[in-house]
């Protein structure tokens, strides 16, 4: 294993060590500034890999286990965007809650053990190159992350834990049948080979893999994979659990979890694509699942009351969207993976904005926060300008890439999708302004005073707020590389 190689390693590692020593510190204090400044330095040795893959190529290492290449390595750099992110707000979201609702010593020792054994697993499904162990990953992510739903015990959090647990795991029940057909699928090419289900072998071989078996296979790895990312119509779960949970774990579900289920979808897609001779067929799936959420979060948006819930289906739409753009070639999946980093940037800061704006209201009925701008200033600008950015607003990153993706439907002269996706997009952005504007600028209650935002909250907000306006005037010709190294493995031409 060379020194390169040792970086992946450790970002297996590291998180595994924190978790295990959080149990035994002294204080809820110590444990939420262990979450505070521990994510921040493992992300900076993400960093370090992330730049080493676009620089020198793909890292593989342990025996051809762990494996880092384009693809895997900016969905890396969104992993750590978004936990960076979200536990940075974790110290200031807990630090408000109401008495009934505060962290003790315990409670805030078994989130810190949870948030770092998630960090793990998340990373686990990136960076394994054998899609079973890949499978063990996102496994792994429902059973470590379900308790963080009921964090706060109630009777709804534990129905909305329980409901997560169930549907996701029959889904990825689902997901390992499709990873023993893709299995079966190899026939007498390779049967005995122990690297038998390593990615980067599979590749190699995907012209021979049995065609009919690898198209069942997908099936199963959608439905199962999708159920997870909250692909329509398998996502029941996560209205409740978006709902349920604290607005820091929210933001890590919305922001990343549901992109980790997608990627494991992407690494199956060139696979698919050899096997079946790129006849489109995977495609043709992607984008009618797509679809389907985009129309499905249109009808819930416009009638949700609550505000997370409302949120949790804007996450119904935009995996929608993502799963469109990489039904629709090598631009629809620049566009797809350009909105991947958009949508959890900005959905990360409107669930802090949420989380918030809850605790000072007291409530997540939208009916009932209003003049947020008035009330808290940070927050209720995150929240107005959260629900701008994800509707599509110009001249904002998410219009952008939504921009791409209508011109991959109209260069593939794919209009009958087009026509459905705007649609959907017209109902979502009418239904949710409607929300927003009663928010921002509605009759504001008596009985809620004004809360003046502190430096560190006030960064929270704008500084998403600027990376999303300066992605959505300018793409640096660095990152523009990024995007389309990661787009050509999934469209099948190996791994830069």
């Not at 992993?79 to 200031?92: I, K």
């Not at 007291?362 to 009932?368: Q, V």
């Amino acid at each position: 294993m060379d020194g390169m190689g040792n970086i992946l390693w450790w970002l297996l590692i590291l998180p595994v060590l924190v978790a295990l020593i959080s149990p035994v510190l002294p204080s809820a204090r110590s444990a939420l500034a262990l979450v505070m400044v521990g994510v921040p330095l493992i992300a900076l040795l993400a960093l370090w890999a992330v730049i080493t893959v676009f620089q020198a190529g793909p890292l593989l290492t342990v025996g051809g286990w762990l494996h880092l290449d384009a693809l895997s390595a900016f969905h890396l750099a969104v992993l750590m965007v978004v936990f960076v992110m979200s536990s940075v707000f974790a110290g200031v979201y807990f630090r408000h809650e109401p008495p009934a609702h505060a962290l003790d010593r315990h409670s805030a020792r078994r989130f810190a053990a949870l948030w770092y054994g998630a960090m793990a697993a998340m990373t686990l499904v990136l960076l394994s190159n054998n899609l079973g162990v890949m499978w063990v990953g996102v496994e792994a992510t429902t059973l470590l992350t379900a308790f963080l739903i009921c964090l706060h015990v109630s009777p709804v959090s534990l129905e909305a834990t329980w409901k997560y647990l169930i549907v996701c795991s029959v889904g990825v029940a689902f997901a390992f049948m499709g990873v023993l057909l893709v299995a079966a699928s190899i026939g007498a090419v390779s049967a005995t080979d122990t690297h038998l289900l390593h990615w980067t072998h599979l590749q190699a071989i995907a012209g021979n893999l049995d065609k009919n078996l690898m198209k069942v296979a997908f099936i199963f790895l959608l439905v199962g994979f999708g159920t997870k990312a909250g692909l329509a119509p398998m996502h029941s779960w996560l209205p409740d659990a978006h709902s349920q949970a604290p607005a820091p774990v929210s933001a890590l579900f919305s922001g990343f979890m549901l992109n980790m289920a997608l990627y494991a979808i992407m690494r199956f897609l060139p696979l698919v694509a050899s096997a079946t001779g790129g006849s489109g067929w995977a495609s043709n799936l992607l984008i009618g699942f797509g679809l389907v959420s985009i129309l499905v979060a249109a009808v819930f948006i416009v009638v949700q009351r609550d505000l997370k819930r409302f949120l949790a289906y804007c996450s119904v739409e935009h995996i929608g969207i993502i799963a469109l753009g990489l039904g629709l070639g090598p631009l629809g999946a620049v566009a797809a993976l350009f909105h991947t980093l958009n949508h959890s940037v900005c959905k990360a800061l409107a669930f802090f904005s949420a989380g918030r704006l809850g605790q000072i209201y007291g409530t997540h009925d939208m009916r009932k926060i209003r003049a947020s701008l008035q009330v808290n200033r940070a927050w209720g600008t995150g929240m107005l300008a959260g629900i701008l950015i994800l509707i599509g607003v110009a001249p904002f990153a998410i219009f952008m890439s939504e921009w791409f993706l209508i011109r991959a439907a109209v260069e593939s002269q794919r209009y009958g999708v087009l026509g459905l996706f705007l649609a959907g997009a017209v109902i979502v952005f009418a239904g949710s302004l409607r929300h927003a504007v009663g928010m921002a600028w509605g009759p504001r209650p008596a009985s809620v005073k004004s809360v003046p935002s502190p430096v560190l909250e006030w960064l929270m907000v704008v500084l998403p707020l600027l990376f999303l306006l300066v992605l959505g005037l300018w793409m640096p010709p660095g990152f523009r590389h990024i995007l389309e190294s990661a787009s050509v493995i999934l469209t099948g031409g190996g791994t830069p």
